[in-house]
């Protein structure tokens, strides 16, 4: 194999430039176009044949390939078809001096991003080869942002976001799953917190035993208290058999119980006991029996301020707070909301046997601008409603339901929170956060980008990113 390494080298490291294969048997043309090419932020490499330019695509990571068409032995399109089978982020440029509409055509129906007659003028390759860097870089940042995302769910405890105030809960999580203690995880309805429970029984030494929930305000007062610590046989009216309780279930595993603060009296006092000593009695029964049990609990309300009305004991509260879990509501972390969109879109459209791929910009920015009283359970829910209403593959403001507000005030902020689906939301998604990242610093932004300042002032305009 004969070619001609100009900057970079094989394989492209994830903090190295990107590269740039040209492809030209003709000596003095070849060292033209890549005089051209030396400005752009990426590393050239030359090939003086189709045939080593596929060699060099088998091992290399190339961004993008400009070639001639025609060349002695194989051609631009044999390089074509090869690179765009090996890597379809590949984007590719053909250079011609036999520019025909059929030959045209024949390139972009095989995966051609450009099509250059010569002679042309330098700016015009410089500014194609540019264009085709920049759609490159935002194609592999989009990767990126969806392989997050599901390293996030799948792998990042349960709990999709990147905000702070979910890493913080995150962080909690890995901080109480090695001790056997009991957790208080505090929050508003619908943000989250039996998954959080789940997820600290995931972490601990216990996840290969049960993980039995309860939630205290869906039972009867006078049903709860046999439902957790059991029963035997003639107890009670209609007990005609012996039932072991959720505590005795749950041992050696988790027992979480939802809504801790609708416990009634009684019942807390029973609590409080199997929490100092692990100690119980079934409902009819005098001999006591013991659990093994690690118990989380979650309450949408101010215990303290339930303490102050007489409502809740205060030695069970002090048992109950070892350690407290916060689960922020989703009006505090609303920078999650695309993520968040993304991964109920997909898994809803699934269950539902329905091709939905995403939203539109207009029905996110709504969502960003929606306070979400009900939480992340509002969220699933209303996505859930509008896939089902919904009769195309990309869910639109026509079926969103009435609470959330339609009227788009520019796709600026819309656009910033983005998790990209079309090219042009995937530019200024990568522009928006780009300039985030500077604080504004138009000049840093836009060296980070590989443009010239001219060009993201105009992309900021088009995109609305100044509003």
């Not at 492809?23 to 044949?49: C, F, H, Q, Y």
């Not at 879990?325 to 609303?334: D, M, N, T, W």
Request: glycine share 6%.
């Amino acid at each position: 194999m004969s070619a001609e390494i100009r900057e970079s080298m094989p394989a492209k490291q994830p903090d190295e430039k990107p590269i740039i294969l040209l492809v030209e048997d003709d000596t003095n043309m070849r060292e033209l176009v890549a005089s051209i090419l030396a400005p752009l932020p990426a590393g050239v490499i030359s090939a003086k044949s189709a045939q080593d330019a596929i060699a060099l695509l088998e091992d290399t990571d190339v961004a993008v390939v400009v070639t001639d068409m025609r060349m002695r032995g194989l051609g631009g399109m044999d390089v074509l078809k090869f690179a765009k089978q090996r890597s379809p982020s590949t984007l590719v440029i053909l250079i011609t001096g036999y520019a025909t509409v059929e030959s045209a055509v024949e390139a972009l129906k095989n995966g051609a991003y450009d099509y250059l007659r010569k002679p042309f003028e330098p700016e015009e390759l410089r500014c194609t080869v540019e264009r085709a860097l920049e759609h490159y870089l935002l194609s592999r940042e989009n990767i990126r942002l969806r392989a997050a995302n599901r390293t996030h769910y799948e792998g990042g405890y349960g709990l999709i976001g990147h905000t702070t105030a979910i890493e913080n809960v995150r962080r909690l999580i890995d901080a109480v799953t090695d001790y056997d203690c009991c957790v208080l995880i505090t929050g508003e309805s619908g943000c989250g917190k039996e998954l959080v429970a789940r997820q600290i029984h995931l972490q601990s030494r216990r996840k290969d035993k049960n993980f039995i929930a309860i939630n205290c305000a869906a039972i009867p007062e006078n049903i709860i208290e046999s439902e957790l610590f059991g029963y035997l046989k003639g107890a009670f009216t209609g007990a005609d058999r012996t039932k072991p309780g959720m505590f005795e279930t749950a041992n050696g595993g988790t027992l979480f119980l939802d809504e801790i603060n609708n416990a009634p009296l009684p019942l807390q006092a029973k609590l409080l006991r199997v929490l100092q000593d692990g100690s119980f009695y079934r409902l009819g029964d005098a001999t006591p029996r013991t659990t093994d049990a690690r118990v989380l609990v979650a309450s949408n309300k101010d215990l303290r301020e339930l303490i102050g009305h007489g409502l809740f004991r205060e030695d069970l509260f002090y048992r109950l707070n070892v350690m407290e879990i916060f689960v922020p509501p989703l009006r505090e972390r609303h920078d999650d909301i695309p993520i968040l969109t993304n991964y109920f879109i997909n898994r809803i459209s699934t269950q539902l046997g329905k091709n939905v791929k995403g939203v539109t910009t207009s029905v996110l920015h709504a969502f960003m601008q929606h306070e979400w009283p009900g939480n992340v359970r509002e969220l699933e829910n209303v996505i859930k409603r509008m896939i089902i209403l919904t009769e195309t593959d990309v869910v639109d403001v026509d079926v969103l339901p009435p609470q959330i507000s339609k009227t788009p005030q520019g796709l600026g902020r819309a656009l910033d929170y983005l998790v990209p689906q079309s090219l042009e939301e995937i530019e200024a998604y990568f522009i928006a956060k780009t300039l985030r990242e500077t604080k504004g610093n138009r000049g840093l932004a836009a060296e980070i980008l590989g443009i010239d300042k001219s060009t993201l002032w105009r992309k900021i305009k088009r995109y609305r990113l100044d509003e």
